[in-house]
């Protein structure tokens, strides 16, 4: 059975890092929760195995360089003093970015997400000139949903295009709504025989970038896999994520997954799938 918990204190000293999601559990898309805000400081000050403060590396798949995603979460009310670090899909996309040098790319997305590309030096081409599509969301989510997105990407497939997904999450919240994000597409290309590298939550790649700036940051301290909690609200992503990965996890109870009521029959079917099981699940992180 997986444990009900009503406060994340009774874990704070089993751990000494926090992978911490951020879009459904540090905020919901308008507005920050200040019960995880409270508990990412508390962690800092008394948590890790010696009770003299832990580590908090945010952990998101958000389409956008570490810094951009900083600048977001200071808008939101989501304040620096509650993690160590940030680390982004729109970070490892850097990666997939470099391996495809000299191509041309086509970004579909909003401007929003421009930062990843810029860092990248890259100026963007139309889409009957590009190589590759780097994929970081709907040009409109709030209107837009992947039927809009066939004829083109169908024809891309056509074209044998490759993509870079920059964020694999299907959809989030946005206050009370539900919005689709860069996976959606990214599953419909598949759907249509397109070649898919995803960058984010739940793919390896960004646990281990996330390792390594975990040492980049603590670079005299040694911390093994059993030290790490991952601390998420995605059942496609963040779960997976984390037992791919071999950390233990966390489930937040999100209006991504679960509706108004939230008990133990609810919990314990949203898992029966899964052959690894979170240590614990909240109904609100804090």
Avoid at 67 to 72: D, P, T, Y
Avoid at 107 to 128: C, M, N, S, T, Y
């Amino acid at each position: 059975m997986i444990p009900l918990l009503k406060s994340v204190s009774s874990l704070s000293q089993s751990y000494d890092v926090w992978f911490c999601d951020i879009w459904g559990v540090m905020h919901n898309g308008e507005r920050a929760f200040q019960s995880s805000i409270e508990a990412c400081q508390r962690f800092r000050e008394t948590g890790g195995k010696d009770g003299t403060g832990g580590c908090v590396i945010l952990l998101t798949n958000a389409p956008r360089p570490d810094f951009s995603v900083a600048e977001q979460l200071e808008g939101f009310g989501v304040p620096a003093n509650c993690y160590d670090g940030i680390v982004s899909s729109g970070d490892v996309s850097q990666h997939f970015i470099r391996t495809f040098e000299g191509k041309q790319f086509y970004h579909l997305g909003p401007k929003r997400d421009l930062p990843v590309i810029e860092q990248a030096g890259l100026e963007p081409v139309p889409f009957e000139q590009a190589d590759v599509i780097l994929l970081t969301g709907l040009f409109n989510d709030d209107t837009e949903g992947p039927e809009d997105y066939r004829e083109m990407l169908t024809e891309a497939q056509r074209r044998s295009l490759p993509m870079i997904c920059a964020n694999p999450d299907l959809q989030v919240e946005r206050g009370a709504r539900l919005v689709y994000c860069a996976g959606i597409l990214g599953k419909l290309y598949e759907e249509l025989g397109g070649v898919v590298l995803y960058a984010g939550k739940p793919y390896l790649p960004i646990y281990d970038l996330a390792q390594k700036r975990l040492k980049e940051l603590f670079p005299n301290q040694v911390y093994d896999k059993s030290s790490i909690l991952c601390i998420g609200d995605g059942m496609k992503t963040d779960m997976p994520g984390a037992f791919n990965a071999e950390f233990d996890a966390l489930f937040v109870a999100s209006g991504l997954h679960v509706g108004a009521v939230f008990d133990q029959a609810l919990l314990e079917g949203l898992f029966v799938d899964f052959t690894a099981k979170p240590i614990g699940a909240m109904r609100q992180f804090g």
